[in-house]
């Protein structure tokens, strides 16, 4: 892999941040959701993005 510029590190890292706080997010709005149906999408979005962090992590450390 090409070694990367200061400027993609940081949006690579802002990425990482984001797609962090997503996974807390959805995975608190799972646990306060009363509709079961609606409990299991916030636990799939928060997996979804639990796969997006964990694949861009990975990418650096490629």
Do not use: F, I, W
């Amino acid at each position: 892999m090409a070694e990367l510029t200061a400027k993609e590190l940081d949006s690579l890292t802002d990425q990482l941040s984001h797609e962090q706080t997503l996974v807390k997010k959805y995975k608190m709005y799972a646990a306060q959701c009363g509709d079961p149906q609606l409990q299991v999408k916030c636990q799939q979005v928060a997996a979804r993005h639990q796969n997006h962090y964990n694949t861009l992590l990975n990418q650096l450390r490629g």
